[in-house]
């Protein structure tokens, strides 16, 4: 993957912000609040369709302008292509994509275009937060790759709400609750099945890669426990808990109940961890999930990398460095160049650097 060009309009505080990138190493330089994650946000747009730190995308368009747009130009597997991204100020938030100047009619048909992995500072929210965010990183880092596994998703949280709805009017025939079990079990069916997959290739990539972090110190494994493990099961707790389910309003069991333990036997990382041994946990998740890309894929995919190098350790930026080696392009923000230098001079690339000031980015001088 390579990012050749991308630009901005009125996104978040850049008006207008249109960069070349020359090279497979990019630094985004500036003080606090100018702008430099604001640019990583609008990369990782392209490859999960919303952006990793807010769920209103109103939010994303400059305060007071009626849209916001992005252009990006990237090659993948050899091609070259050009993604455009628009939304306008809506209550029915209209956001518009194009792929080669075609309007892409279904959002999950814009996936797995442009790969990348995001590494920033609330990750560590994956690891200290436990079940929902974890949900959240698994099936964002699936979807992206995954047009299929996005589409049952969509719809099982579409019939979700449906059947939760339904729950929660008064005096309801059963019949009009129980005409959702049927597709939630297929849905969730799927969906159990690619989750249990994907968990099982990424903790071995983790496991590896804590493995070196750690110096084997650590031997934690991510594991999948779904809340419902057949489409008999599921059936019958449907069923038997149909009761409990209107008297709270919500369907009880399914995989939004799904469980992702990391840590060992019966120990979550959440509550036993130190904070570097989440650190670690987080660098590992985020290495595996990369590595499970470019071996899909057979091609790195993009690395964006939000402030977190001076955080890390000496045995930790080393590890870092050889991922970048074997990475296609990687973008990074920091305050501090000077404090980033002993690690960045190891690294043998062609490197840019970009200063980013109050929503405006200008080349800087080289390192
Ligand atoms: N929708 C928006 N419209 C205009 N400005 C916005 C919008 N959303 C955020 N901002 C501004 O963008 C700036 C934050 O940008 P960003 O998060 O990219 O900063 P940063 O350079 O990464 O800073 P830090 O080093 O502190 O992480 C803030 O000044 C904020 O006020
Ligand atoms: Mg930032």
Not at 144 to 150: G, P
Request: glycine share 6%; proline share 2%; hydrophobic share 35%.
């Amino acid at each position: 993957m390579y990012l050749r060009r991308i630009s901005l309009q009125n996104f978040r505080n850049h008006d207008q912000t249109s960069l070349e990138f020359r090279s497979r190493l990019i630094f985004f330089i500036g003080n606090n609040g100018e702008g430099k994650t604001n640019l990583l946000e609008s990369i990782s747009l392209l490859s999960y369709l919303k952006s990793f730190r807010e769920s209103d995308e109103n939010q994303l368009l400059k305060w007071d302008s009626p849209f916001t747009f992005v252009r990006a130009e990237f090659e993948a597997g050899g091609e070259d292509f050009v993604f455009e991204y628009g939304i306008e100020k809506s209550q029915f938030k209209r956001k518009k994509i194009k792929i080669n100047g075609e309007v892409i009619k279904k959002v999950s048909d814009s996936v797995g275009y442009f790969r990348s992995v995001i590494l920033s500072p609330p990750d560590i929210q994956i690891i200290e937060f436990g079940n929902v965010e974890r949900r959240r990183f698994l099936d964002s880092f699936i979807s992206s790759t995954n047009k299929y596994y996005l589409n049952q998703l969509i719809e099982y949280n579409r019939l979700l709400k449906q059947r939760n709805s339904a729950l929660k009017r008064e005096n309801i025939p059963e019949r009009e609750i129980v005409i959702w079990n049927e597709p939630l079990i297929e849905r969730d069916f799927e969906i159990r099945q690619i989750r249990e997959q994907t968990v099982a290739r990424l903790t071995s990539y983790f496991e590896k890669n804590l493995n070196l972090l750690s110096q084997g110190k650590d031997p934690f494994r991510i594991t999948y426990k779904p809340n419902v493990s057949s489409k008999e099961e599921h059936r019958e707790r449907l069923a038997r808990n149909l009761r409990k389910d209107i008297a709270i309003g919500y369907t009880s069991c399914g995989n939004h109940r799904d469980e992702i333990p990391i840590g060992f036997e019966d120990k979550d990382l959440s509550s036993f961890g130190s904070q570097g041994q989440k650190r670690s946990a987080v660098i590992a998740l985020k290495t595996a999930s990369f590595q499970m890309i470019l071996e899909d894929t057979g091609e790195a995919p993009v690395l964006l990398i939000d402030d977190i190098i001076r955080e890390l350790d000496v045995k930790r930026r080393e590890y870092f460095v050889n991922l970048i080696s074997e990475c296609g392009q990687a973008f990074f923000t920091t305050t501090d160049l000077e404090g980033i230098k002993d690690y960045i001079g190891s690294l043998e690339m062609d490197k840019e650097i970009f200063v980013v000031e109050n929503g405006k980015v200008s080349r800087g001088k080289d390192v």
